[in-house]
């Protein structure tokens, strides 16, 4: 499956930002999906995940109950609505597939999109 995110951007602290991300190729349903970011000079991180078919999702501590991902499988496409934006939000973004459950560790996941800046000023 290939990725292709977007949707990011520069936005004031306590703005918002929607995420896609489509995927093309084998059956979208097969996939579990993700999102992970990496700000400059840390490691890359979960961010939140869904399962196929988004009856489940899980996030990271640091944006539970500002972010919310979800998936249209007729469309191909994950989002992730960010919502009360930070500082510290600021990284690429990036949407993954995964052939297993949902993870928060990057390495279970098994396709990658190119990334998509954030930038949240103060």
């Known amino acids: 499956v290939q990725l292709q995110a977007s949707g990011g951007g520069l936005v004031q602290a306590g703005g918002s930002l929607r995420l896609s991300c489509a995927a093309s190729?084998?059956?979208?349903?097969?996939?579990?999906m993700g999102w992970f970011r990496q700000a400059p000079g840390k490691e890359r991180e979960f961010v939140a995940a869904?399962?196929?078919?988004?009856?489940?999702?899980y996030y990271a501590d640091s944006v539970k109950g500002r972010f919310t991902i979800s998936r249209d499988n007729p469309k191909n496409t994950v989002y992730l609505q960010m919502n009360s934006l930070k500082p510290e939000d600021t990284a690429v973004y990036y949407c993954?597939?995964?052939?297993?459950?949902?993870?928060?560790?990057?390495?279970?996941?098994?396709?990658w999109g190119q990334g998509t800046q954030v930038t949240v000023s103060s």
């Open positions: 993954a597939a995964s052939i297993s459950a949902p993870s928060r560790a990057s390495s279970q996941y098994h396709y």
């Open positions: 869904i399962t196929w078919n988004g009856a489940y999702t």
């Open positions: 190729g084998r059956a979208f349903t097969s996939y579990s």
